[in-house]
């Protein structure tokens, strides 16, 4: 690996003496890891050991065709680098501290959604949590990784973070993962390299900055920021906390972490090297921001929003009662399209607040569309895990599954009973088809179906 000159005495600068086993470390294979998603009760059956600082983190042998496997599309785990991780240790220690109350969080930079999937597994039950990222086709890609994690209590926008300070302060947590130089990747993605320099560097840290203070005005007294990167050099790590401290409010948080996990305690935060752990560069702290003197958390008196929620009306909540699980623990209402949607009934306030001011964001889960009397299930639903034990499935095999993602013929299917079939694989709901007695029509999303080839003994 012919790593950049500069890079290169940077690192031997602040590695010293380790330098030469930091670039060994580097030449060898990086890690395969997948984070499984424990709410769909899916164990991967062969896997090397867990992730010391994330006990849903699993590493493999060698990395699969995860394309061709139907539980990786049912959202069953992510593929996630086991360094980012450790945010769910750090977010554990700040809710152990809070009683585990619901919480109100940001994932600001949030695309792909690794990192907001891990959020939706750690956070208390009933918190909101608040994924955005700015840049449209990642925006998609994340939207689609929410969808599949299947939980109810999200909100995705693509905005800029110039946009959501008008909330004010409105978070609990707020997690910047950073855009970065992206140095901690250079041995998974080799062509971070090429775009690597010292210009560069000086570019994501000041970028870095301006996220920081925009984040801090969004985020509550006493609440907690995370600021991440993939990142080793101090300029867009250290430096950027010390910023953050000396210009606002904030007070660095210390994590307690066994020293047998590997990881680096900075003066400010902490680092993942890849010669000393199992995992790729990473770095994160964690900060709280200070209540000013003299201020008090009373809430602010807010005028009735113009735009409200609509609420399903008891006909209508009747007719979706048996396609869904504790249907009591969800607020129902109806967007201007018609789609039906679910929030989590504690969070209620906060979302009618937000739905009046941006109401074309996407909220919580999308549970169907009635078409006359006619109820035509989502997509989404058949991903969640808020779907009713009761609704009728049909159990497919691997190929049979894959035939249905590729939206092609599926063979060898029985006579089937008229009307809406969740498509199982291993129990995991994948989507619906609808059977129509000598013929289905197979519901599953264009844009989600697999356009790779299947080879034949598949």
């Excluded at 599309?73 to 980012?84: M, R």
Aim: glycine residues 8%; aromatic residues 10%; hydrophobic residues 40%.
């Amino acid at each position: 690996m012919q790593l950049p000159v500069d890079f290169k005495i940077a690192m031997k600068s602040q590695l010293e003496g380790a330098y030469e086993d930091f670039e060994q470390a580097l030449s060898a294979p990086s890690p395969i890891s997948i984070r499984l998603n424990v709410s769909k009760h899916f164990n991967w059956k062969e896997n090397i050991g867990g992730v010391k600082w994330n006990n849903k983190g699993v590493y493999l042998e060698e990395r699969p065709i995860f394309t061709l496997d139907p539980a990786f599309h049912a959202g069953a785990y992510y593929v996630q680098e086991a360094s980012s991780m450790f945010v769910a240790e750090a977010v554990r220690q700040i809710v152990a501290s809070t009683s585990n109350r619901p919480l109100r969080v940001l994932d600001l930079c949030a695309a792909p959604g690794g990192k907001s999937t891990l959020l939706l597994d750690e956070l208390p039950d009933n918190s909101l949590l608040w994924c955005n990222e700015v840049i449209r086709n990642r925006f998609q890609i994340l939207k689609y990784n929410l969808i599949k994690w299947g939980k109810p209590g999200i909100i995705a926008s693509q905005m800029d973070s110039q946009q959501l300070r008008e909330l004010g302060p409105f978070f609990d947590i707020i997690l910047v993962d950073a855009p970065c130089s992206g140095e901690g990747l250079f041995r998974k993605t080799p062509e971070a390299m090429e775009e690597w320099s010292t210009a560069n560097v000086e570019l994501c840290a000041g970028r870095q900055k301006r996220i920081l203070g925009e984040a801090f005005g969004m985020l509550k007294a006493g609440g907690y920021l995370l600021y991440s990167t993939c990142t080793y050099n101090e300029k867009e790590n250290e430096e950027n906390v010390n910023w953050a401290v000396d210009t606002s409010k904030f007070t660095p948080i210390g994590l307690a972490l066994p020293k047998d996990w590997g990881i680096e305690e900075k003066v400010q935060g902490y680092q993942f090297y890849p010669h000393r752990l199992r995992g790729e560069g990473f770095y994160l702290a964690c900060l709280q921001k200070v209540a000013e003197e003299g201020t008090t958390s009373s809430k602010r008196k807010t005028r009735a929003p113009k735009q409200q929620l609509q609420a399903l009306s008891k006909k209508e909540k009747e007719a979706l009662a048996p396609w869904l699980a504790s249907p009591s623990e969800l607020f129902l209402f109806k967007t201007p399209k018609g789609q039906i949607r679910a929030c989590p009934k504690a969070q209620l306030e906060a979302i009618q607040q937000i739905y009046a001011k941006w109401p074309f964001l996407f909220y919580g889960l999308e549970i169907g569309t009635f078409k006359g009397k006619d109820f035509v299930p989502s997509p989404s639903l058949a991903l969640s895990t808020f779907i009713s034990p009761e609704v009728p499935t049909l159990a497919v095999n691997r190929k049979q599954a894959l035939s249905f993602l590729r939206k092609d013929p599926i063979e060898g299917l029985e006579t089937l009973p008229k009307g809406w079939l969740l498509i199982q694989y291993q129990g995991l709901g994948l989507g619906w088809i609808k059977s129509l007695g000598n013929r289905i029509n197979n519901y599953y999303p264009k844009e989600w179906r697999i356009r790779m080839s299947i080879p034949e003994e598949e």
